[in-house]
């Protein structure tokens, strides 16, 4: 018999809030973080807006901010989230064996400073051709060796691992917008199988600077609705022209359920199914007839011991891409069968952006949120209907319901899929 993995602390930075009630009442109330970029002049790219978190103080989380000066926003926010979910865990008076403690996310990588960076570049072409020798003795002496640390996409993991003194597996995965909902998934896993009692797991990711934008641009990704932003992620809408790069982090506490009872923890919800596969097509298309999403959610389902009728909500991965949001739909309709047209989806991204490695933990979040409030989040900019997506949508404004079951979804570049089925914990 498989130990059963339940959550028992969530924490969150978003761009609609700094932590889960913020984010939650957001949320309920249809508010958009999407704005115009003030991390650096974007008024050259042909998309000008983005999802950032706004007013972050990491001194509200760990006292002595300052020693993480060098660290980058993923790893900044991870910290934040973290201690949130520690904290609303119970964990945090220590009472735990250190050794059957890990931490497992999907987190992105940090940054270095661009100006700097660009400036070496432009140092070391002032003769007209590139010069190596310059480059590399200005970058020695210039650069900082612990932000080149920092940058790595492990750190985060590594710092919450020394900040709760979590001395079992460690591990981070990086699968695009996949990431942190495979990593809630895997750390599922380990907990199933024994190796460990406590997972922390989720992600982080901030891409809002000038590679990530000019990236996402070129591969004509980003929706370039620069007169509204506000309005610009649309998911399923008929005129959606592309996703809004968001940033931030979310963490979920995954434990035993019989280790959670014995210390009468308060439990959110339990993580009841896991599904994951590869389109194995395209590395930046998802396969036009969604083989690998479809497969995905049967998985989940499977593995959940569910069928498509008892889920009451689906949170899509709904990136408001002319093909997601196509290829979603029609993968939901041929794994839920006719259930597909009586079951709830939404996509949250319409509010707080793609938190791209950091975006299914948020997701999972509201998941769990939505079955305890019986509230189905809405997707906001929903005005013309797209033939070809022609699902409940929760169009605008949040709607009661009864939900016991709930399906996330997070469909990564590169053909990753990843499903998520939660149950409401009624003992």
């Known amino acids: 018999m498989r130990r059963r993995v339940v959550v028992t602390g969530i924490g969150c930075v978003t761009p609609i809030g700094n932590d889960v009630q913020s984010m939650w009442e957001s949320i309920k109330a249809g508010r958009s973080g999407i704005d115009y970029i003030t991390h650096f002049d974007a008024s050259h790219f042909p998309t000008r807006f983005a999802a950032e978190v706004k007013n972050f103080d ?23 989230a973290g201690v949130q979910a520690m904290q609303s865990s119970g964990l945090q008076d220590g009472k735990f064996d250190p050794t059957r403690f890990g931490v497992y996310l999907g987190a992105g990588e940090g940054q270095q400073d661009f100006y700097l960076f660009m400036r070496l570049i432009a140092d070391a072409q002032r003769s007209g051709e590139f010069d190596m020798d310059h480059f590399t003795r200005e970058g020695l002496q210039r650069m900082n060796a612990r932000e080149e640390l920092e940058q ?27 990431a942190s909902s495979q990593a809630i998934g895997e750390a599922t896993e380990i907990i199933r199988q024994g190796e460990a009692d406590i997972m922390l797991s989720g992600g982080a990711h901030s891409m809002i600077h000038p590679f990530g934008v000019t990236g996402f641009n070129l591969l004509t990704a980003l929706s370039t609705h620069n007169d509204d932003p506000q309005g610009a992620s649309r998911p399923f809408d008929r005129d959606r022209d592309g996703f809004v790069l968001g940033e931030g982090a979310a963490m979920l506490m995954l434990e035993d359920l019989e280790h959670a009872q014995n210390r009468g923890a308060k439990i959110y919800g339990e993580i009841a199914g896991y599904g994951s596969t590869a389109d194995a097509y395209r590395i930046t298309d998802i396969h036009p007839e969604g083989r690998g999403a479809t497969a995905c959610i049967k998985m989940a389902l499977a593995d959940a011991r569910c069928s498509p009728e008892e889920i009451g909500y689906v949170n899509a991965h709904g990136t408001s891409t002319a093909v997601n949001d196509r290829v979603e739909t029609l993968s939901i309709k041929q794994a839920f069968g006719d259930a597909a047209y009586q079951t709830p989806v939404s996509s949250t991204k319409s509010m707080m952006g793609h938190l791209i490695a950091a975006a299914g933990s948020a997701e999972a979040i509201v998941c769990l949120l939505a079955m305890q409030e019986g509230v189905l989040p809405p997707t906001i900019n929903y005005e013309n209907p797209d033939p070809e997506c022609d699902l409940d949508y929760v169009p605008n404004q949040p709607r009661e319901a009864v939900v016991r079951k709930s399906l996330s979804n997070s469909f990564g570049f590169g053909g990753q899929n990843i499903s998520l089925v939660f149950s409401k914990f009624e003992g």
């Open 58 to 80: 990491l001194g509200k989380f760990v006292p002595k901010p300052e020693r993480f000066q060098h660290a980058g926003r993923n790893t900044r926010f991870a910290i934040g």
């Open 152 to 178: 790595e996409p492990n750190m985060p993991a590594g710092h919450l691992a020394s900040l709760f003194d979590a001395q079992g597996p460690n591990l981070n995965c990086l699968t695009a917008c996949a």
